[in-house]
């Protein structure tokens, strides 16, 4: 956001979750049904067929259609070895689609988060720091690829809006817990 363009103030915010009914949506959509500044009405939960990575060409009317104040983009397709089965599959749902959110958001003044992974940094850390927010990123595989091509878009969609709002990126790691068959679970079974 300019600062010339000062945020509205108001005790709560419409926030809106893509990818609601993932592990990390499912998580998200949780925490925030507890935050007081989400207001009586809790998040929005945007899964598919309303929110689908394969259709981002309808992620401006459902913008226009709930109006939320900020998005949190939990949406992704996180299968890795699918994602190198068809790199330009991934690139589409993954880097494209995010793009065309991020576009979306921005040209409206909306805040977006957009979650990403380590794995846009390049192999194993071994300064004894974790890494810092602009570490050179190197993607090792088309997984990280694509999320590093989400970041660079929605960097781009930000960097040229004038309608304001504000961009975040979260870089997780190994995320796992209910429900489904995340590594820890597969380890535990055997």
Not at 98 to 126: H, Y
Not at 153 to 159: I, K, P, S
Request: with cysteine; charged share 25%; aromatic share 6%.
């Amino acid at each position: 956001r300019r600062a010339d363009q000062p945020r509205p103030r108001s005790l709560t915010m419409r926030v809106a979750v893509s990818g609601a009914s993932g592990r990390l949506g499912r998580a998200l959509v949780g925490a925030l049904e507890e935050a007081a500044f989400v207001g009586p009405s809790g998040p929005m939960a945007w899964s598919r067929p309303d929110f689908d990575l394969d259709a981002p060409d309808a992620f401006p009317a459902l913008l226009d259609r709930d109006r939320p104040e900020v998005v949190v983009h939990a949406a992704a397709w996180t299968d890795g070895d699918g994602c190198a089965l068809d790199p330009e599959l991934a690139m589409r749902r993954n880097g494209t689609a995010t793009g065309v959110l991020a576009g979306a958001t921005a040209a409206r003044g909306m805040d977006l988060i957009v979650i990403s992974t380590n794995e846009v940094f390049a192999g194993r850390e071994v300064t004894g720091r974790g890494h810092e927010p602009d570490d050179p990123i190197e993607p090792g595989n088309p997984y990280a690829a694509s999320k590093a091509e989400g970041e660079r878009l929605a960097t781009e969609a930000y960097t040229a809006a004038t309608a304001g709002g504000d961009l975040g990126i979260a870089r997780t790691a190994w995320l796992f817990g209910s429900p489904g068959r995340d590594f820890p679970s597969r380890i535990l079974d055997a």
